[in-house]
């Protein structure tokens, strides 16, 4: 009887939501369907899982954003942003799968979008009547003071 391990290999690259440029210095973590961390070598290749999220292998893109991971076992998994590039929010977890018959299907390459961090807009159009009604009482306020002082 022969046993067979299927390993899988996935490819990610970290993009810019609205220009789809590439973005460096994002950080990610691995979760399998069992709930557990995976844990990688230098190389990007799969080691080890682990219990505690603090003890996963914390993923980092090159330049152009892009990041491998080899030797994965059949499984679904959670690809887990824990950190962001600057000016950016932290995106969605991802979700991606490794099966028996992507071993015969070229590297995937999935991307990941980051949208920009922006401020909330403030005042807008409703500032402009509160501006109004509180110059209007003042100066309401004014002219009393003025025709019936103390």
Avoid: C
Wanted: charged share 20%; glycine share 8%.
């Amino acid at each position: 009887m022969v046993t067979h391990f299927y390993r899988g290999d996935y490819q990610f690259q970290k993009i810019d939501s609205t220009t789809e440029k590439p973005l460096a210095g994002a950080e990610f973590i691995i979760q399998n369907s069992a709930g557990k961390y995976l844990t990688f070598d230098d190389n990007g290749h799969f080691k080890a899982e682990v219990a505690q999220k603090d003890q996963a292998t914390q993923l980092k893109g090159d330049a152009s954003g892009n990041f491998k991971v080899t030797g994965l076992p059949v499984d679904t998994y959670t690809l887990i942003e824990t950190k962001a590039p600057d000016g950016y929010v932290i995106g969605d977890s991802t979700e991606f799968t490794i099966s028996k018959d992507s071993q015969t299907e070229p590297v995937e390459v999935k991307q990941i979008k980051n949208d920009p961090y922006t401020l909330p807009v403030t005042g807008g159009q409703g500032i402009i009547w509160f501006l109004i009604i509180g110059l209007t009482l003042t100066l309401s306020a004014l002219a009393i003071w003025r025709t019936h002082p103390r």
